[in-house]
């Protein structure tokens, strides 16, 4: 039975997007001087965003946010493009399964040009925007997922979504859902993230079965996309 969700908002990811995100690392470093990543988010036709705290919204219409405070040419940096928002219901807390007291943060999201929403939605219609999503990192990276995981672990309460692994020589692209490190806390990103492979060791086998695997793969996605 589908999972009730408050709110989604989202805004497709495109190969366009992906193939710039994971250019990043390798475009010439700006560092850290205001005026340089000025000059480069004009370039760019990047601007600043609230949404998340530290953020840019890129030319293409998504959040995206970094562990420095430039994303451009920072082999280090987790740099993570947020491309979906969801308000999820809590069916364990009985004070916010009807409760919409963060509509209001939602709105923002809505606001964005090229944004939709859909109130109220399911954890299909959450996966749906994923596989959309995964079909343009497949076609930029020219493979399909290394490894799948149906698993809240990455965020606090609602459903649990589809996490898809990629890796390039380099860096690990994974998509799918993240707990909000924003001022809000309950809502739940959608994100494709790009971060150094040194975030974690190699990948848990494939061939690992049941709950060990499957928590071994859940820590590898952590070690990676959280702050």
């Not at 606001?111 to 954890?123: F, M, Q």
């Not at 799918?176 to 040194?198: C, I, K, R, V």
């Amino acid at each position: 039975m589908p999972i009730p969700v408050h709110a989604l908002v989202h805004r497709p990811l495109t190969a366009e997007a992906v193939a710039e995100l994971v250019a990043l690392p390798y475009v010439p470093p700006v560092g850290e001087d205001d005026d340089a990543v000025e000059e480069e988010l004009r370039r760019r036709g990047w601007a600043w965003e609230d949404l998340v705290c530290d953020s840019f919204r890129t030319g293409h219409g998504h959040v995206l946010c970094s562990e420095y405070v430039s994303p451009f040419g920072e082999w280090e940096a987790r740099t993570f493009l947020v491309f979906g928002e969801l308000y999820p219901v809590d069916p364990d807390d009985t004070a916010m399964v009807n409760a919409t007291w963060l509509n209001g943060y939602m709105e923002g999201w809505e606001k964005v040009p090229g944004w939709s929403a859909r109130r109220p939605a399911t954890d299909l219609d959450c996966e749906a925007v994923l596989a959309q999503a995964a079909g343009a990192v497949a076609e930029v990276l020219g493979a399909a997922p290394e490894r799948l995981l149906v698993s809240a672990h990455t965020v606090g309460p609602g459903p649990a979504l589809t996490h898809r692994v990629w890796r390039t020589a380099t860096h690990a692209l994974i998509l799918g859902p993240a707990a909000d490190e924003g001022p809000y806390g309950y809502l739940t990103h959608l994100q494709l993230s790009a971060t150094p492979l040194s975030c974690a060791p190699g990948l848990p086998p494939a061939a690992a079965q049941g709950t060990a695997g499957e928590q071994a793969l859940a820590d590898w996605i952590t070690a990676h996309i959280g702050w």
